[in-house]
């Protein structure tokens, strides 16, 4: 076990007991609704707008007004929690850094508490690393007069956090990773989050109880913790005036999480033949389901005056092939023109090199102001039809499709495994939710006999042995749980108990 003396104080041990002890059980119960619902969907039940939240979402409402700080988020860079990631990212040159303890971290106990620290030391404006070469190229790492700002994504409801127990059992892995980061740093600045994964409102009303519970604890006024919640399920799409009613004194507003919401569609109506998904790179942003949501949800904040953020560019820019970048950078830029022209106030991209390429595309559209919340986009009507027509999604499911999501699955596991959340293969950056997609269409595809087990076997096969040794662990889970008949609800639940620490 690593030393945690500084990080785990007796203060911060009482804090994390205290918001286990009263939010834990409430988890539990969602949680539970969840599954329920998941339930329902699989014997054949489609996602709507609620009927009784239908007061909200015709209501008269805005959240609370952004913090200066904040106004100008036209680009945000996101990564896990290292060190040198962690510098490397706040002076990138984007607006927000989101340090990341959920998709793009593998939750070793290591990472997380190394993590904590080297937040705190960012936001005190310490934080370095002195990187010793034998070939003599030694690097020294330093932050910039002008930084990102600092945003914080904890991981989501369904994880735990094994290595601290309160009453005997597991602490809820958000509220580890939130309760820790709030307590060592709400007095210099530690106040934005990103929430993940949340299903429903009631999820994000929990968020909001938990973060006032940590404001009456710390003595600080109401709102002073804001929320960027990620749209990156099927179900949340329907709520989304409703998440942000809920959060409307703490929010920051909502993000399209593109790739977790392409996974949640296969996870909870991918039983159903009607969505059943093409190759993943078929699955753009102009495809219609996703134009649809995307659409919704500019509208929905900007009517609410919150920030609508957009999704990631996963482009890796490599050095070595310069015509693999021209025709990348073109369709990141095409992506980023599309989301500032819908009206997106901001972006993510995964690499500091393509935040020229993101700014450039969104000065264009914003100019001097510092984002485009007053952009009202009344000529948009989604209706549940157009955010569930998933149908309409061009492509073909090809072998080569199959091939990709079994040689990434296997590569982005064994390096998780190993402690690395976010890794680059194919000159894209992949994360959990990547991974998710990969493992979830060939489980969809066989589901539908658009694919045969053979296949699954054959390939997976050749991959490995493409990549050589050392991926016999992770090849053995991803592919049980991708062929098993039931499906699985996160590749990262079995895949944690597998990890060293």
């Known amino acids: 076990m690593i030393d945690t003396h500084d990080v785990l104080t007796a203060d911060a041990?009482?804090?994390?007991?205290?918001?286990?002890?009263?939010?834990?059980?409430?988890?539990?119960?969602?949680?539970?609704?969840?599954?329920?619902?998941?339930?329902?969907?699989?014997?054949?039940?489609?996602?709507?707008?609620?009927?009784?939240?239908?007061?909200?979402?015709?209501?008269?409402?805005?959240?609370?007004?952004?913090?200066?700080?904040?106004?100008?988020?036209?680009?945000?860079?996101?990564?896990?929690?290292?060190?040198k990631m962690v510098i490397n990212a706040l002076n990138s040159g984007a607006k927000v850094f989101m340090a990341d303890f959920e998709d793009s971290n593998s939750p070793t106990w290591q990472n997380c508490i190394e993590g904590q620290r080297n937040l705190t030391d960012a936001l005190a404006g310490t934080i370095s690393l002195d990187v010793v070469s034998v070939d003599g190229g030694d690097k020294s790492y330093r932050l910039n007069d002008e930084t990102a700002v600092l945003f914080v994504r904890p991981r989501g409801w369904h994880l735990v956090e094994r290595h601290f127990e309160v009453d005997g059992a597991p602490v809820s892995a958000s509220l580890f990773d939130f309760g820790l980061y709030a307590f060592r740093n709400h007095t210099t600045g530690g106040r934005y989050l990103y929430l993940p994964k949340l299903e429903s409102h009631l999820e994000a009303r929990l968020w909001n109880d938990v973060l006032t519970f940590?404001?009456?604890?710390?003595?600080?006024?109401?709102?002073?913790?804001?929320?960027?919640?990620?749209?990156?399920?099927?179900?949340?799409?329907?709520?989304?005036?409703?998440?942000?009613?809920?959060?409307?004194?703490?929010?920051?507003?909502?993000?399209?999480?593109?790739?977790?919401?392409?996974?949640?569609?296969?996870?909870?109506?991918?039983?159903?033949?009607?969505?059943?998904?093409?190759?993943?790179s078929a699955v753009t942003m102009a495809v219609p389901f996703m134009r649809a949501y995307c659409e919704l949800l500019v509208k929905t904040c900007h009517r609410r005056g919150a920030f609508a953020m957009g999704g990631m560019a996963a482009f890796i820019p490599s050095r070595r092939d310069p015509e693999v970048n021209a025709i990348a950078l073109a369709k990141v830029r095409e992506d980023k023109e599309r989301e500032a022209s819908q009206g997106f106030d901001g972006t993510w991209v995964a690499h500091p090199d393509l935040v020229p390429v993101a700014m450039e595309s969104f000065d264009a559209v914003l100019g001097e102001r510092p984002n485009q919340i007053d952009r009202q986009r009344d000529d948009v009507s989604t209706t549940a039809a157009d955010l569930l027509n998933v149908s309409a999604t061009p492509g073909e499911i090809t072998e080569d499709g199959l091939r990709n999501n079994v040689s990434v699955g296997i590569q982005y596991l064994a390096a998780w495994l190993r402690g690395s959340g976010a890794v680059a293969i194919f000159n894209l950056m992949e994360d959990a939710a990547t991974a998710e997609i990969s493992r979830s269409q060939i489980w969809q595809w066989l589901h539908h006999g658009r694919i045969s087990e053979a296949d699954v076997h054959r390939i997976t096969e050749e991959e490995s042995t493409k990549l050589g040794p050392g991926y016999e662990e992770a090849r053995a889970i991803f592919e049980q749980i991708a062929t098993q008949p039931e499906y699985v609800e996160f590749l990262t639940l079995p895949a944690y108990d597998r990890l060293a620490d």
């Open 13 to 83: 041990v009482a804090f994390l007991s205290d918001l286990q002890r009263e939010f834990g059980g409430r988890r539990v119960q969602l949680l539970a609704r969840r599954a329920e619902r998941a339930k329902r969907l699989a014997a054949g039940e489609l996602p709507d707008f609620l009927p009784e939240t239908a007061a909200i979402r015709e209501g008269d409402w805005n959240v609370a007004p952004y913090p200066a700080a904040i106004a100008d988020r036209r680009v945000e860079i996101t990564g896990p929690v290292d060190r």
């Open 214 to 280: 940590a404001e009456e604890r710390f003595g600080l006024e109401r709102g002073f913790f804001r929320g960027t919640v990620l749209i990156e399920t099927i179900l949340a799409a329907f709520e989304m005036d409703e998440i942000l009613y809920e959060l409307r004194e703490h929010s920051a507003g909502l993000n399209a999480g593109r790739w977790d919401y392409i996974f949640s569609v296969i996870k909870k109506l991918g039983s159903r033949p009607e969505f059943v998904l093409p190759d993943r």
